[in-house]
């Protein structure tokens, strides 16, 4: 069958209408297969559109008999921004020519690289072939290098300024190792323990506070080595239970000053507190190492407050777990959406192990009301919100059946209800309700502030929601796209997706966000995938997009197959 038949049976389906374009069978057949990409055929004589291939009609959103409403001139204003460079080709006649310019495409705008030629070297007034390229994805990428560029510039100048400061703070250590000499006069009277070392480990000097707080005298210390003390004086213990060994030894560990760490240290009655350790080289003049100081300061009450905060964190951990466990009942299994559809998956992911995301089903009438929300916020107060949430949805799916339209009604006045009144609380959830029918494959959409998205033949085909979600400032508001009732006929093997804002909005470590478009063309290019197999290929490139990067929400995705 051939590339023109191909179109002019998707046209009979409703998709494009190349039928509408006047030419004739053989002359649709060779256009449409060489020139699959946007192209126009333009009469500037006639000032009208006389042919326009398939590509065009889908990267316009126009079928046939729009396009040849437009002159020349309204098409080219209309769709390009700037125009001016094509009027201008429009305007001369010119034989050939090229531009870069924006496409105002309905889903989004893209760029293109256009292509102008005369078809014929005598007319300047007669036909004229208009081809488009999509370089947007070239343009993104381009843009992309130009900020790498620069912030890879930054970055050499960074390096230079951190090797500036190196060599300032160089000098300035060199400028205060003498100034270290005299450290042992200026801090006899610290309340801070400090100690002079040797580099065998002879004790050459501690301050007051050292012998108030060991309980050992200057005059028993000074000039004997820490090795001959014995106990567990000058030791490095990492815990109480840590054992004193020649590996824990000090004078063992001067290779590696300075260094600070926590230590577990004993005084001479064998009492135990969590200390803090620093110890510096100390070097002559000509930078030799002569001796070692030593700085020890109690830090014990924080070390118990931390683990007052380790056992109230395991609480909450536990709390948040059990929590979680209660939240899952308020979630149906998927298993259940399998007697309705051929396949049925979901993707639940929330940011700590509780979140805002949920859905709910109820079989009713020979079919199935299908629910997915996504509530204000993350993590406990948003799952407190989905229970309400799923509650309501419950109460209304058993009230108004498969009136999808009354449920989202009664939500909107609920919320109203439980969150307003004189201290209002701003909160709410976005909302997608599907009610669908296996018998007749008959569906109905209402979404408020979230989408249904339907696979079918390799293309994502959007299906728009309204921007209103169930929140008492919606439920107040008169302005904005409301959501409506939209009515779909499905054909078998058709997919549907819906899907929280997470899903498109996870960060990776440069802040960029994964997309609805990167969505869109993941799920398309993998919609020859088993159900179970492309929602874990989603999975799997949302965690590579990631790459590192934490979890910016709860993250919920569910897939149907007619």
């Known amino acids: 069958m051939s590339q023109a038949e191909l179109w002019r049976r998707s046209a009979n389906k409703g998709f494009l209408g190349l039928e509408e374009m006047p030419l004739p069978a053989g002359l649709a057949d060779l256009m449409a297969r060489l020139y699959p990409e946007p192209v126009l055929l333009l009469d500037k004589k006639e000032d009208k559109i006389i042919w326009a291939s398939p590509g065009m009609m889908i990267l316009s959103g126009c079928g046939g008999n729009e396009l040849r409403k437009f002159s020349c001139r309204e098409f080219l204003q209309k769709y390009f921004y700037p125009s001016d460079a094509v009027l201008d080709l429009l305007e001369k006649g010119a034989s050939d020519g090229q531009f870069t310019s924006q496409f105002r495409s309905p889903a989004e705008n893209k760029v293109v690289h256009g292509i102008w030629m005369r078809l014929s070297e005598e007319d300047a007034a007669g036909l004229f072939l208009l081809m488009l390229r999509d370089v947007t994805e070239i343009e993104i990428l381009r843009q992309e290098l130009l900020q790498y560029s620069e912030e890879l510039q930054q970055q050499l100048e960074a390096v230079q300024r951190l090797s500036e400061e190196k060599e300032r703070a160089y000098q300035k250590l060199r400028e205060q190792s003498e100034k270290l000499r005299l450290i042992s006069t ?105 001796h070692y100081l030593g700085a020890l300061i109690n830090i014990h009450e924080k070390k118990q ?13 536990q709390s948040l777990t059990y929590a979680a466990r209660i939240h899952k009942r308020f979630m149906r299994s998927i298993e259940g959406l399998r007697q309705y559809f051929q396949n049925a998956e979901v993707w639940y992911q929330p940011l700590i192990g509780i979140g805002g995301d949920f859905f709910q089903y109820e079989a009713i009438e020979g079919g199935v009301v299908l629910a997915l929300g996504d509530c204000t916020g993350h993590g406990l107060p948003a799952s407190l919100l989905s229970v309400y949430a799923a509650t309501a949805l419950r109460f209304s799916i058993s009230t108004y059946k498969n009136d999808i339209e009354r449920i989202h009604h009664f939500l909107r006045e609920d919320i109203q209800a439980v969150f307003g009144g004189e201290h209002p609380l701003y909160e709410g959830f976005e909302l997608a309700l599907l009610w669908y029918l296996p018998e007749t494959m008959k569906a109905t959409f209402m979404g408020a502030g979230r989408p249904l998205w339907v696979l079918r033949r390799g293309i994502i085909v959007p299906v728009v929601e309204g921007r209103s979600d169930i929140s008492i400032i919606a439920s107040g508001a008169s302005t904005g796209k409301s959501s409506a009732l939209q009515h779909l006929s499905l054909q078998k093997g058709d997919r549907l997706y819906l899907f929280s804002d997470g899903v498109s909005d996870q960060l990776n470590s440069e802040g960029k966000r994964f997309s609805k478009t990167r969505l869109q063309n993941l799920l398309s290019t993998t919609g020859y995938l088993p159900l179970h197999e492309q929602m874990e290929m989603v999975r799997k490139a949302i965690q590579q997009w990631a790459a590192g990067a934490p979890q910016t929400d709860d993250l919920l995705l569910i897939a149907l197959e007619v």
Do not use: C
Not at 232 to 251: G, K, Q, W, Y
Not at 270 to 290: D, Y
Not at 305 to 317: F, G, N
């Open 186 to 290: 200026a801090t006899a009277y610290s309340n801070t323990m400090k100690f002079i070392l040797e580099p065998d480990g002879t004790i050459v000097w501690v301050n007051r506070f050292f012998e108030k707080a060991s309980g050992w005298s200057a005059s028993e210390l000074i000039g004997r080595n820490v090795r001959d003390i014995g106990g567990r004086f000058a030791h490095l213990l990492r815990s109480p239970e840590d054992v004193p060994s020649e590996e824990t030894l000090i004078v063992n560990h001067f290779h590696r000053a300075p260094f600070t760490e926590e230590i577990y240290a004993y005084d001479r009655k064998g009492q135990g507190f969590w200390m803090l350790i620093t110890v510096a080289p100390v070097p002559n003049e000509i930078g030799e190492t002569t």
């Open 305 to 317: 407050r931390e683990e007052e905060l380790r056992r109230y964190k395991e609480e909450i951990q």
